[in-house]
T-cell receptor, first 118, second 116 residues
Framework: GESVGLHLPTLSVQEGDNSIINCAYS??????FIWYKQESGKGPQFIID?????DKRQGQRVTVLLNKTVKHLSLQIAATQPGDSAVYFC?????????????????FGKGTLLTVNP | DSGVTQTPKHLITATGQRVTLRCSPR?????VYWYQQSLDQGLQFLIQ?????ERAKGNILERFSAQQFPDLHSELNLSSLELGDSALYFC??????WGLGANVLTFGAGSRLTVL
């Protein structure tokens, strides 16, 4: 089965607080990770990505941390706003078995629902 | 608007029927991906096409098939539908195919299929 998972299915924060969404992965050969945000009624939207040769990457109000030792990924959202309320998915770029390394697929975790309270 | 267009947005049909979902990728993107999203399984990769050819297969059932046409739009055909096929079906596109360099997928808004 799929091995990208999330520690918490739901997260509720107050507006203005920082949010941390966690994700575990099991394939140490995965070389690329992406966080997606999915608002109600919409498709997943790219937030930020990170390659496996990096530990940290920052975007606008978001930071992704990668700990390869424990195979853990986190998304930090600073000064969380009501518009940040959505389901957040981590996705792992994984080599398909039997492809000889030529084919990859992006495997998604089940998602964490972030609710921002005003 | 992500630039990826999916039709229809909603579809209600009966068990045993066949439906076709359509996707137009973002301009300039050569690769199309299909994902199924259900409450209990999350986003499951079904199949990928790159420039008209099948590139990778995921958990796609034999009752399902897809193709990418010369104009790069793609169709996902779902046949002998069962209740459990009710889900959101997303199409995504990217400039390159996986394995040619990590790249970001742009998703459409999805087609919600309800099988009664």
């Amino acid at each position: 089965g799929e091995s990208v998972g999330l520690h918490l299915p739901t997260l509720s924060v107050q507006e203005g607080d920082n949010s941390i969404i966690n994700c575990a992965y099991s394939n140490s050969a995965s070389d690329y990770f992406i966080w997606y945000k999915q608002e109600s009624g919409k498709g997943p939207q790219f937030i930020i990505d990170i390659r496996s040769n990096m530990d940290k990457r920052q975007g606008q109000r978001v930071t992704v941390l990668l700990n390869k030792t424990v195979k853990h990924l986190s998304l930090q959202i600073a000064a969380t706003q009501p518009g940040d309320s959505a389901v957040y998915f981590c996705a792992e770029n994984r080599v398909l078995r039997g492809s000889g390394g030529s084919n990859y697929k992006l495997t998604f975790g089940k998602g964490t629902l972030l609710t921002v309270n005003p | 608007d992500s630039g990826v267009t999916q039709t229809p947005k909603h579809l209600i049909t009966a068990t045993g029927q066949r439906v076709t979902l359509r996707c137009s990728p973002r301009s300039g993107d050569l690769s199309v991906y299909w994902y199924q999203q259900s409450l209990d399984q999350g986003l499951q990769f079904l199949i990928q096409y790159y420039n008209g050819e099948e590139r990778a297969k995921g958990n796609i059932l034999e009752r399902f098939s897809a193709q990418q046409f010369p104009d790069l739009h793609s169709e996902l055909n779902l046949s002998s539908l069962e209740l459990g096929d009710s889900a959101l079906y997303f199409c995504a596109s990217s400039v390159l195919a996986w394995g040619l360099g990590a790249n970001v997928l742009t998703f459409g808004a999805g087609s919600r299929l309800t099988v009664l």
